[in-house]
């Protein structure tokens, strides 16, 4: 028995079913009449000729697919916006303070400062502090 490919004129689904070369039509799954595709009748190999009276179902799930998609690309626009905003002050404020990066800190509304002495502050307390967590959990052991 050969497979032939049946597709439904009323949902769009094609599948392929091995069925005698009588059977002209099967019953889909959507529980409408599939008809058999007279382009296709080999059980072996491909082929990439396409029917044209197959229609794409009209539910509505493509347009909120797309407005879906553009509002993830928008909010990411919208961050790699703040990000670069970002970077670009952190390097005019080292370029204009002839500073590091090291001695920049982050304030409480979001802004940056050069501030050596407090960056060097903060650097040596989290060494410290990874001493001692270093320390603790060797000794734990």
């Not at 909010?75 to 670009?88: G, S």
């Amino acid at each position: 028995m050969p497979i032939l490919k049946f597709q439904c004129s009323s949902c769009g689904l094609s599948s392929r079913k091995r069925v005698g070369k009588q059977k002209s039509e099967i019953k889909c799954d959507c529980g409408m009449q599939a008809q058999v595709v007279q382009c296709v009748s080999a059980s072996v190999g491909f082929t990439s000729k396409v029917d044209q009276t197959m229609k794409v179902q009209s539910s509505g799930v493509d347009s909120f697919d797309l407005d879906f998609d553009r509002v993830i690309g928008e909010d990411a626009q919208q961050k790699w916006e703040q990000i670069y905003r970002r970077r670009r002050d952190k390097w005019d404020l080292i370029e204009s303070h002839n500073a590091t990066g090291k001695d920049l800190i982050r304030m409480d509304d979001q802004t940056y400062q050069v501030l050596p002495e407090m960056g060097n502050n903060l650097r040596s307390s989290r060494v410290s502090a990874m001493d001692n967590i270093k320390s603790s959990s060797s000794t734990n052991q």
